[in-house]
Each structure stands twice: as structure tokens, then as C-alpha cells.
């Protein structure tokens, strides 16, 4: 089978794509081919050596993929051959069939057969709609009619917390860098639209809510953003810290904290998978029914073939893309 491999620390350019060999299920694993793999910023950390895991060279990066069941471990039970199923790994995703612990594979419902939720559809949806709906649901707790300050609104992330905010009834404010990208964020739902290049997120976000402030704030961004969130955050607001894109890792004021009575909560999807893994089961069954009832429509800017693995990765670091850059095989 084809692979994109990784043999040393480096770049998307130092990557290859070779013949490998088929891997050979272990008793708690599923063999999966690969329709198509989600990009993620992750996967640039994790061929340079910068990822909190460093998987034993040669490797191929790749952490959700979507395909059919090749082969079961003997341990595995409640999935069959040929099963379309979403995954996620913690490496091994860019090849045309991957390996994935038993409990980290989701059947897709039969509803959603492939017209409505394509093999590119569903490889971009775990990481990004999962960490949109944890942070909003369980951390947060974002109620219907409350404001939604969503950072960085037109990348994967950002736009799942779009989308999931207006399924729980929030008033969504997004923000972003250009029209384009706005437009992207406003076709999702989006109520108002910021273009920080322009405006002042503070004062505009000030001016939306009368004054009052965002009750949450997701932040993918960090940076100035995070900076400019901790001003127009209401009394009792909470901030999500996703991810630092913009580079810098803010440091927080706590006497705003106190003042100002806010919390900021760190959110880290992928812990779950090891902490609680019975809340993903429960957690992608509600993102399934909102799929199915069109209120979610991932967006995939970029379908490439894994011969373009570089490529994909690039248009990640040069905020090239929106929505999800996704890896296609042909395979499943």
C-alpha cells in the first residue's frame, strides 16, 4: 500500500510517499481503509519533532481518517468488514489503510450514507467538531440566547463552534482576517462578522452587545486576540483557550479574573480519548443527529491526493485554506 512517510525531523518537504507494507491488526485493533485523512496543524508539529508525541521513525502522520473495516483484532466486537467508520489514531493516518485502537472507531450511522457525509466530510469532522462541542457543551455550557465571541472563525475549528453555537441557540460573533474568510463564517451561521485586519475586536464586540461584553469567547488564536477577549469579555464570562495560531502564548492578568468574575478554561479534546472515552461515544451521537438534520455542514476547502501531503500541510501554516484540508486515497 501507499504511505506518506516521515524519516526524519523536518518540514511537509522532507516527506515521501512509499510502498509499505499492509499492517496486521492487533486483538484490539481495527484495520480501516482509508478514504480520506484530515490535516492538522498537529500533524506539522508532529514531522518536525515539536508534538508531544514522537512516534519511532519511519512514520506516517495522519490523526483522524475515515474509510471501511478491512479486518478485526479477535478482541473487537460491535463492528464488521466493510463498516464505514470514522477513526482517530495517534499517527498513521496519510496511507490508503491505517490501524485504530478498537474504541477510537465510530460506525457512521447508515443515515448518513456517502451523498450526505463523503469520505472528505467525515475525515475532517472528529478533531474539529469534537473540540468545538467539548469545549462549548461541556466546558463552557453555552445556553441558548447567550453571545459567542468564535476566534479565528473561518478555520476548521472555528467554523465547527460557528455552527454548534447556533445549534445550541447562541447569538454567534465571528471574527477573522478578510472578507473572504468572513463570508465563509457568515454562510455557516454566523450573526456578525468582525475583520480584525480592520476593526478594533474590542469596540466592535462592545458595540454588538451594547456594551455588555461576549458571555463566551472560543479562542484557536491567542496572541493580541486572546488580549483584546479579556476586554470585551462579559461579567461571568468564560474563555475557551483552544490553540495559540497566532504564535504567542498569552499571559494571563488574574486580577481581570477576579474583577471581572470570568473563568478561562484550557481544552484539550484528546486527552478524552484517554480519560473519558465514554463521553466521545454520546458526544459524536449528538454532532451524528445535527448532521442529519443539516444544521452541521463541514466545509472542506481542499481535497488533495496523498501524493500532495506536502502541499496539504502548507496551506495549513500559510492560512491558506478554511474549513478542513483534507488527504483523499481512493482506497475505501
Not at 312 to 322: F, K, V
Request: hydrophobic share 45%; glycine share 12%; proline share 5%.
Amino acid at each position: 500500500m501507499k504511505a506518506v512517510i516521515c524519516r526524519d525531523w523536518g518540514g511537509p518537504e522532507s516527506l515521501s510517499v512509499e510502498e509499505v507494507p499492509l499492517p496486521e491488526p492487533g486483538p484490539d485493533q481495527v484495520l480501516i481503509d482509508v478514504g480520506a485523512a484530515g490535516v492538522n496543524f498537529a500533524d506539522t508539529l508532529m514531522i518536525a519533532g515539536k508534538y508531544q508525541e514522537k512516534p519511532p521513525f519511519p512514520f506516517s502522520p495522519g490523526l483522524e481518517i475515515t474509510g471501511t473495516v478491512r479486518a478485526l483484532g479477535s478482541n473487537v466486537s460491535g463492528l464488521r468488514a466493510g463498516q464505514r467508520v470514522m477513526a482517530l489514531t495517534d499517527y498513521g493516518g496519510y496511507a490508503e489503510a491505517a490501524l485504530a485502537r478498537a474504541g477510537d472507531v465510530y460506525a457512521i450511522p447508515d443515515s448518513l450514507g456517502p451523498e450526505r457525509f463523503g469520505w472528505a466530510e467525515a475525515a475532517g469532522f472528529p478533531i474539529t467538531y469534537g473540540t468545538a462541542h467539548c469545549a462549548l457543551r461541556w466546558h463552557a455550557d453555552l445556553q441558548p440566547g447567550e453571545v459567542l465571541l468564535v476566534h479565528g472563525a473561518a478555520g476548521g475549528v472555528g467554523l465547527a463552534a460557528v455552527e454548534i453555537g447556533k445549534a445550541i441557540g447562541a447569538t454567534v460573533i465571528a471574527t477573522a482576517g478578510g472578507a473572504d474568510k468572513l463570508a465563509v463564517a457568515q454562510a455557516h451561521g454566523a450573526d456578525h462578522l468582525i475583520d480584525y485586519r480592520e476593526e478594533d475586536i474590542r469596540e466592535r464586540v462592545k458595540e454588538l452587545t451594547a456594551g455588555k461584553g461576549a458571555d463566551v469567547v472560543f479562542d484557536p488564536v491567542g496572541g493580541d486576540v486572546f488580549d483584546a477577549s479579556l476586554r470585551c469579555i462579559a461579567w461571568s464570562g468564560r474563555i475557551l483557550v483552544i490553540g495559540f495560531a497566532a504564535g504567542r502564548v498569552p499571559q494571563i492578568p488574574a486580577n481581570i479574573l477576579l474583577v471581572k468574575n470570568i473563568a478561562v478554561m484550557g481544552v484539550y479534546w484528546g486527552s478524552y480519548r484517554k480519560h473519558a472515552p465514554e463521553r466521545l461515544v454520546a458526544e459524536f451521537r449528538e454532532l451524528f443527529g445535527w448532521v442529519e438534520t443539516r444544521r452541521l455542514k463541514p466545509h472542506v476547502s481542499h481535497k488533495l491526493d496523498l501524493q500532495q501531503a506536502a502541499e496539504a500541510m502548507a496551506l495549513l501554516l500559510e492560512r491558506r485554506s478554511t474549513g478542513k484540508v483534507v488527504l483523499t486515497t481512493g482506497a475505501a
